[in-house]
C-alpha cells in the first residue's frame, strides 16, 4: 500500500513556492506490535503552519526538512496490531502531517463520535481553531456581558468562532473580514452586529463608524496595520489577544510592530499573546459546550473543502489570499 | 511681586526649540478669599512632559497654547487669605507648573514634611517618578522573589526605583543605561545585578550573556530597539510593564512600534500599560514604606539639581541626551 505525502524540501522566505514541498509516495510500513495504521480522510489547513516551516525558537520545533509537513488530520483506524485502545471503524484525529496514512501507536490520537459532527468539523469548530476561540475570547479575553469586542479574520475558522461565542455571552461584536461576501456572512448569517470589508472600507474611519464607543476586547488574528488602528480605539483597560498575524508571516524581512502600542499605556491596557496547546487538559469540556451551542443552532460552523493532496499547495495559498469560506480543509483520502 | 513663567508658545515637531517655550514676567494676582499664595521651590522635568505639549488624545489633556506649561512642582505657602486648611510656612506640592509662584485655593496640593526628606527627594523618590516605579513593578510588573527582572532608563529616576524595589524584593535585576559612569552607578552604589551599557554594547548580545535564563519581567521606559531586544528573551508568562518609551516622544513621523511582538504570543506573555495617577489614593502608604527603605539604606536617592527658571529649556533637553544624573530638578527660587 502507498502513501502519498507531502515532504518539506526547503524554508520558504516569503511565500512558498514550487521547491518548498514536493509528492513522494512511499510505501506504508509494517505495523509493529500495539501499532495501528489511520487512513486520513482530511488535513486541516492552517495558518500556523507558515511559522512551523521557520527555523526560529517558536512554541513549538520546527518542521525539519525531508520530513513530512506538519498538519492536524483525521481519518480512520484501518489496521491495528494489538494496541488494546482503538478499533477497527474508530474515527480518530491527531498531528497526522499532511499525508494519507498515518502508522502510530496511538499516542496523542483522539477518538471522536462522527455522530455527533463531521469530520472536517472535528478540524475546524470543534478543533484547534475552536478551542484557540474558545480559549482566547473566554480565558484570555475575558469577555463580559455587555462588552464591544472587535475580531479581525472574522469570517475564519477562528474568528467566525470568536464573534459567536462572544454573541452567545452578551457582547456587542464587530468583526473585520476581506470582501462584500465574507461580511455579508458574519453580519446576516452569523448575526455579528457589524462588519466592516478591510479591502473596500478604510479601517480607520470604518471603525471611527463602526465602533464609536471603541473597543473593550480586540481578538488579533491579522497583525499590521489593522492592529494598529484597533489599538487607536482601546477603551479603558481594555484587553487585546494576540493569537496570530497573518499579514505579516510571509513579510521576508521584520514584521512590522504597532506602532501604536502606546496605546495601551494612555488606556492601561493589556496585550496578550496565547497559545491554544497551554488549554489542551481543558478541551474535552469546550468541545462539549460548543456542541451544545452548535446543536441550539446559536454556533454555526462552515467548511470549505478542497479535495487531492496533489492540490496542497495551492490549496494552502487559500488562507493566504484570503479566497476560501470558512475553515479550509484538503480532502486526502481517495 | 512678579512670576516668571515658562509658557507654551508653540507645540514642537521632534525636539522643542527655540519657538516652543517663552520666558513672560507677570504680576502676581491679588488673593481671593479661601486662597493661598505658593512659593515654587523647585520644578520637576520628566519626559512625559513631552507628550503633553502633543494635541493628540492622551491620559490628560495637552497644554493648551499660552498657558503656563505644565510641570510638578514644590514650595512653600507664603500668604494665606483665609484658608482653614494651610499656615504659612507649609511646604506643599502639586501640579504648579514652570513658574516661580503658584496661587491656588489648595485643591490639589499636598503638605509634606520637609523632616523625612528634602523637596528635590518629594519630586523624584517620593513624588510621581518614585510612585510610579513603586506601582509599575509591584502592581503591574506583579514581581516576585527570584523574578529575572530588566528595567532601561535604569539609572533614571523612574528606573533607579524600579530595580531597587526589584532587590528589595529578591529579584535578580539587569539595568541598561547610557554610559560608563551610570551603568558604574546602578551596578556598584544601587546594587544591581548586571548593567548593560547600550551607547556601547550590542543590546542583543549583551543580553544574550548577561540573562542567559531570559526575563521575567521588563519594565520599558525607553521602547524602540531596546524593547525589541528585551521582547527577544522574554521567559514564559513574563510581564512586560510599558511606561514610557523617550527613545520615541521626539519622532517626526510615526513611532516605531515593536517588531518582536510577536514574542508575546510564543511566550505566552503580557505587555501592559499603566499611568500612575491610577494608583493615587494609594500614594501615602507607597510614600510611606518607600521612606522606610530610604531610612534604612536599602534605596537610594539621587536628584540632578539645576538653577534658574531662564535655564529650563536646557535643563529640559538633558532628559532626552542624558546628560543628567538622577532625577532632574529645576530650581525656581531666586
Known amino acids: 500500500m502507498n502513501n502519498k505525502q507531502i515532504i518539506l524540501k526547503n524554508r520558504p522566505k516569503g511565500f512558498p513556492d514550487e521547491n518548498t514541498w514536493q509528492l513522494e509516495e512511499n510505501k506504508v510500513p509494517e505495523l509493529e506490535e500495539g501499532e495501528i495504521l489511520i487512513q ?5 489547513l492552517d495558518p500556523a503552519m507558515r511559522g512551523w516551516m521557520n527555523d526560529t525558537k517558536s512554541y513549538i520545533p520546527p518542521v525539519a526538512l525531508d520530513h513530512v509537513m506538519r498538519a492536524g488530520a483525521i481519518g480512520k483506524v484501518i489496521k491495528n496490531n494489538n494496541n488494546p485502545n482503538f478499533d477497527i471503524g474508530d474515527c480518530v484525529t491527531s498531528w497526522g502531517g499532511v499525508q494519507q496514512y498515518s502508522v ?7 477518538k471522536v463520535d462522527e455522530k455527533l459532527a463531521t469530520m472536517p468539523m472535528y478540524l475546524g469548530t470543534l478543533g484547534m ?5 474558545y480559549f482566547g475570547i473566554l480565558e484570555v479575553g475575558k469577555i ?10 472574522a469570517a475564519g475558522a477562528v474568528g467566525s468562532i470568536v464573534g459567536q461565542i462572544a454573541k452567545i455571552k452578551g457582547c456587542t461584536v464587530i468583526g473585520i473580514a476581506g470582501g462584500q461576501e465574507k461580511c455579508h456572512y458574519i453580519k446576516n448569517e452569523l448575526g455579528f452586529d457589524e462588519a466592516i470589508d478591510y479591502k473596500s472600507e478604510n479601517i480607520y474611519s470604518a471603525l471611527k463608524k463602526k465602533c464609536p464607543q471603541g473597543i473593550d476586547v480586540y481578538f488579533d488574528n491579522v497583525g499590521g496595520v489593522i492592529l494598529d488602528a484597533a489599538l487607536s480605539k482601546l477603551r479603558m483597560h481594555a484587553k487585546v489577544v494576540i493569537c496570530g498575524a497573518i499579514s505579516q508571516y510571509n513579510n521576508k524581512h521584520k514584521i512590522n510592530g504597532p506602532s501604536n502600542y502606546l496605546s495601551l499605556l494612555v488606556t492601561r491596557s493589556t496585550m496578550q ?59 486526502v483520502i481517495e
Open 40 to 44: 486520513h480522510h482530511y488535513i486541516s
Open 104 to 110: 502510530s501507536n496511538g499516542d496523542g490520537w483522539f
Open 129 to 133: 481553531p475552536g478551542m484557540t476561540a
Open 144 to 153: 463580559k456581558k455587555g462588552d464591544i469586542v472587535l475580531v479581525s479574520g
Open 273 to 331: 499573546g496565547m497559545v491554544v496547546m497551554d488549554y489542551s487538559k481543558d478541551f474535552g469540556k469546550a468541545a462539549k459546550e460548543m456542541n451544545t451551542w452548535l446543536q441550539a443552532g446559536t454556533l454555526k460552523s462552515r467548511e470549505d473543502i478542497y479535495e487531492g493532496i496533489e492540490n496542497f499547495r495551492e490549496t494552502y495559498n487559500r488562507l493566504f489570499t484570503g479566497e476560501k469560506n470558512g475553515k479550509l480543509v484538503l480532502k
